[in-house]
């Protein structure tokens, strides 16, 4: 068996390593194409094609990440239709490899892609990426990771409520712009409070430079209604929230490792904000590579399929558009779940489970029954 289970260990392997390898160049010649036009920009003359090469380098873990499962699943549906064609399976049957020993086999190897995965995922990729970014605002200035607004944060403190807005870091990790809006215990609009920037201290402060500090008195009739505008060179303002926090706020939340995710949650829930957004990405970060099991399950029918009418290459092909449906399902419900509110944990889960009934379906049909 253990001829047998290294035939099958280094023939998956290598198809698996060759299929990512591909992709991954095809992902790498896009982003590089979509970089080139921020090369030579007025306010990025620094950025030229060395700099674009490394960012678009520094992303390729994420994009491993996304495509484990798929080039897992394409590349042992090719071992395994393969070794059915060449009758090379035929032969391992007759050596003692039942269907169940089979299974097992594949599920070891697969426990294998579901580490590789998640490590990927967790630890490689987040720090990839942030590096990735860090390295963009060097030579542009500044970046803003939560789109055009910028990321919200929030955090109660005696008896008012603050949210803050920040746009964008710059290269010195100095926050952009800035600004708080502080409410009271009743939920209305006290003092708003609008910076040039802001530098996060270690001692639970910020230091807001050029602040325009605004008070409102809204709450009087109509004719003593007022806002009173300040000007002050710096603000040293108390605050829990961290550069940790920010960061996290302005990554997108597919680009956060689990426990970023996990902590923040938790800090969106002590503060009364939804956190559903953040929650289904958390668990999508849980399931993601337990779907390597499922694509492994999923290839080894093909090892019992007989190729008269078909070449191996119309399985392959098949393989592909399974392997890219089960991708777009998982954004799909990513997205579907977060609009209707659905339980996050079945959200992240549900796509797994679909392919997993389809593996086991098409085990039990096609090696068990027949």
């Known amino acids: 068996m253990k001829t047998i289970r290294r035939l099958i260990y280094v023939e998956v392997l290598k198809a698996v390593a060759f299929v990512t390898l591909g992709f991954l160049c095809l992902f790498f010649f896009f982003d590089f194409v979509d970089e080139l036009q921020s090369i030579g920009k007025p306010d990025s003359l620094n950025y030229g094609p060395a700099q674009a090469l490394v960012y678009v380098t520094l992303l390729v873990p994420s994009h491993l990440y996304e495509l484990l499962p798929i080039t897992v699943l394409i590349g042992s549906i090719f071992v395994m239709a393969r070794l059915a064609q060449s009758s090379e399976y035929t032969i391992l049957r007759t050596s003692g490899l039942g269907p169940w020993r089979a299974l097992r086999t594949l599920l070891l190897l697969g426990i294998g892609f579901v580490v590789l995965t998640f490590a990927i995922g967790d630890y490689v990729a987040p720090a990839s990426e942030r590096t990735g970014q860090l390295l963009k605002a060097r030579y ?39 600004r708080i809006f502080e409410f009271d215990d009743n939920g209305y609009i006290k003092t708003q409070i609008v910076a040039a920037s802001a530098t996060i201290g270690n001692d639970g402060h910020w230091l807001l430079t050029d602040v325009a500090e605004q008070k409102y008195d809204t709450r009087s009739s109509a004719e003593q209604a007022h806002i009173v505008t300040t000007k002050i060179p710096q603000v040293n303002w108390p605050t829990s929230l961290t550069g940790e926090m920010v960061s996290v706020a302005l990554l997108r939340p597919d680009r956060m490792s689990t426990i970023d995710l996990f902590d923040y949650i938790r800090h969106l829930d002590a503060n009364g904000q939804t956190a559903q957004r953040y929650e289904i990405e958390f668990w999508r970060k849980v399931f993601y590579p337990l779907s390597c099991l499922v694509m492994v399950v999923l290839a080894l029918p093909f090892a019992y399929l007989h190729f008269r009418q078909a070449g191996i290459t119309t399985y392959v092909f098949g393989g592909v558009m399974i392997g890219i449906s089960f991708f777009l399902l998982n954004n799909v419900f990513g997205y579907l779940g977060n609009l209707s509110n659905w339980s996050p944990w079945l959200t992240a889960a549900a796509p797994g489970m679909i392919y997993s009934v389809m593996s086991l379906t098409a085990f039990s049909w096609l090696v068990l029954r027949r």
């Open 140 to 178: 542009q200035g500044t970046y803003s990771l939560a789109g055009n607004t910028g990321a919200w944060l929030k955090e109660k403190r005696d008896n008012a409520s603050y949210a803050v807005n920040v746009l964008a870091i710059d290269r010195k990790g100095a926050l952009k712009n800035p």
